[in-house]
Every structure is written in structure tokens, then in C-alpha cells.
């Protein structure tokens, strides 16, 4: 529970930046510039190292034909994990990047239908009821809010905004995640770095990282990944490594390693190999975990669900693909494992889950009326 102090401070940025800058653009737009009676939907994809916000067309019409909402903007801003940066700078980050992607699109938030928020850290109901608090003084009283764990906004990126099957995420952070057609939902680490979510960017790159230490100390296996980490940050020492390490320890910061482990383990490196080769097995064990608890592979295991695959460490484009890894790990298990690597980013997801919750209470409505 946050200290009264520390909220009552939080409660007075927050409305000093709704009453100053972020949103006087909208003293220039016209109110019909885009036309009030669709208005417009906002998505947001929040992540440990960067912030989208998708703005798409409010269009009433069969799910089918959801592909074909147009996207009115793109914004892109930092880090919005209220558990990397604090919350007043997630809170600011978010609030900027809707307010960057309204003014791209020339629209004010009288034109927002529904806000789709799925961020990175939102791991409890208080989480989602303080994020809620804050956009309903935000926004109109009419506009309908959802908040999610971003990586519902993956899923749905792979499957058209229908929560249903699993998404493992891998880029910075890591986190499995899944959901029955009855609602029932389950999730697998993402839990941060300190808590083991081995398998992520930061996971395999600080592996790395005490493999080149444990080289110099001898008390590890000699590595080509000292070599070419040192030269990559312009070190001169393994020494060195520590301080800059300890120097700046962001997760996004020490996870841009990636590559040179891939590279070293794509030249023959067995210390390389063995990170990326134990890093995919935990992947799929996450993954495992949430099938397992939802039944998605039924009751002999064989049953089809989809599993939507995102972030830059599953990327397809190296000869070490630790995607490629994960889903032979998978399949052994669950050979009805249908991969899905999205065509679209997972804020445009975010924008898809707030038009189908937003027509679901819209048809329940017309439905009591």
C-alpha cells in the first residue's frame, strides 16, 4: 500500500500535468475534425523498454472485419512499468503518449470512445483499479476503460482480440500467459528479473554477463563472450565489466546484449549455446505451465490452441532461433500447438480488445433497451 504522503504528492503531479501542457493542444482542434458521432479508440502496448499508443477509427461492425479498422496515429514514448521507473513516470508516460497520439490524428479525448491500456506491470486487481482511478480523471465520464497486463495485448494481436490460448512473451522481460473461452485465465513468470524470469532478454544477457566474470575468476569455462562483450561496450577488462554493470542496472540496458550471445553461440561458443539452449527450455516450461493449468490441450493433450509468439528474443532472424528452440521444446508435449507470430504489433492488439469489449457492453445494452 502505497504511504499517504507519497500518494497525496502523486494525486498533485498528476493534476498539475492534466492542467498544464499535456493537452492543450485540444484548445486548437475542432471538435468535428474527426467525426464525434464514431470518434476514435485508443491502444496501448506499455513494456519495460518502450511505450505505443495505437489510434484507430471507431467502426461499428462484425468482428470479421476488424483487420480493416484504419489507423488514424502511432506514438511511441519510454518505459511505462510502474515497477522500472516509479509510478509518477509511468503515469506521465502514458498520459503523453495518448496525448501524442490524439494531437497526430488531430482528435481530442471528447472524441475517445475506449481506451484499451495494457501495460507491463499490472500484475494484481489494485494495480488495475489505481491505473483506473487515474484515466476516469482523465477522460469523459462515457469513456469506457479497460486495463490489462500487456501481455493480454500480445495475445490478441494474434488472434484478432479474442482471448483465447496462450502468449509467451520474450524481449526484455519475459511472461507466459493464457485464457479459456470461458474466461478462466493463468500466467507464468513475468515476475522480474529478480524473481527468475530466466529466458527474457536481461535473463540471458546477465548469464552472460557472470559467465565472463566466472571465465576471469577461473571458476568458469574460458568464453568467447568475454571478447566480444568487452569490445561491444568498449571495456578493456573484465574488471571493468562490473562497474559498468552496477552503474546504470536497467533491465532494458543489460538485456541489449542479446545479439552478441546469439553471435557468439552461432560461432561455436559453448558457453553461448548452453545460455540460449537452457534459456529456451525455461520458455517452454512457462508456457507448459499455463496449458497445463488451463486444459487448452484438452484431456489427452492433443487438442489444438493457438500460441501467439512476440518479442525481439523469439525473432526468426538468426541461425541460432531460439523461437524455433522453444516450439520443438513445446511440441513434444502439445502436438496440437498452433504458432501464431503476429502480422501486427501488440498495441494494435490493445486497440482490437478495447473494440471488442466496447461492443460487447454496447450490444448488451441494445440488447436490455
Not at 169 to 191: H, P, S, V
Not at 330 to 348: C, D, M, N, Q, T
Request: glycine share 10%.
Amino acid at each position: 500500500m502505497m504511504p499517504e504522503k507519497e500518494q497525496l504528492g502523486l494525486d498533485s503531479e498528476m493534476k498539475r500535468r492534466r492542467n498544464g501542457e499535456t493537452w492543450e493542444f485540444e484548445d486548437d482542434i475542432d471538435d468535428t475534425s474527426v467525426s464525434v458521432s464514431d470518434g476514435v479508440l485508443l491502444g496501448l502496448d506499455g513494456g519495460t523498454t518502450s511505450t505505443i499508443c495505437i489510434c484507430m477509427k471507431m467502426v461499428y461492425f462484425s468482428h470479421s472485419q476488424l483487420q480493416s479498422l484504419p489507423i488514424l496515429s502511432r506514438a511511441v514514448a519510454g518505459c511505462s512499468n510502474h515497477n522500472s521507473v516509479g509510478e509518477i513516470a509511468a503515469r506521465e508516460t502514458l498520459e503523453q503518449v495518448m496525448a501524442d497520439a490524439l494531437s497526430k490524428c488531430g482528435s481530442k479525448r471528447s472524441s475517445v470512445r475506449a481506451v484499451c491500456l495494457a501495460v507491463s506491470g499490472v500484475n494484481h486487481p489494485t494495480d488495475q483499479q489505481r491505473i483506473l482511478s487515474w484515466l476516469r480523471d482523465i477522460f469523459p465520464s462515457n469513456v469506457r476503460l479497460y486495463v490489462q497486463n500487456d501481455a493480454v495485448a500480445a495475445l490478441a494481436s494474434g488472434t484478432m482480440g479474442k482471448l483465447r490460448g496462450c502468449v509467451l512473451i520474450a524481449g526484455t522481460g519475459t511472461i507466459a500467459y493464457g485464457f479459456t473461452e470461458d474466461g478462466k485465465e493463468a500466467r507464468a513468470a513475468g515476475a522480474g528479473p529478480v524473481l527468475g524470469d530466466w529466458g527474457s532478454g536481461y535473463g540471458i544477457s546477465a548469464q552472460a554477463l557472470t559467465a565472463v566474470i566466472r571465465a576471469h575468476d577461473g571458476r568458469g569455462p574460458s568464453t568467447m563472450l568475454t571478447t566480444s562483450i568487452l569490445q561491444t561496450l568498449g571495456l578493456s577488462s573484465a574488471e571493468e565489466l562490473i562497474g559498468w554493470t552496477y552503474a546504470d542496472p536497467s533491465w532494458a540496458r543489460i538485456a541489449a546484449l542479446v545479439p552478441v550471445v546469439v553471435s557468439c553461440a552461432e560461432a561455436g561458443d559453448e558457453v553461448a549455446n548452453k545460455i540460449l539452449l537452457e534459456s529456451a527450455q525455461e520458455l517452454a516450461s512457462s508456457v507448459k505451465a499455463v496449458v497445463g493449468r488451463l486444459g487448452l490441450c484438452g484431456q489427452d493433450g492433443k487438442d489444438a490452441f493457438p500460441l501467439v509468439m512476440v518479442g525481439g528474443v523469439l525473432e526468426a532472424n538468426t541461425r541460432w532461433d531460439v523461437g524455433k528452440e522453444v516450439m520443438k521444446c513445446i511440441s513434444k508435449y502439445f502436438p496440437g500447438v498452433l504458432p501464431i507470430r503476429p502480422k501486427v504489433e501488440p498495441a494494435v492488439g490493445a486497440a482490437w480488445l478495447a473494440w471488442n469489449f466496447f461492443m460487447k457492453e454496447y450490444n448488451r445494452e441494445l440488447c436490455s433497451s
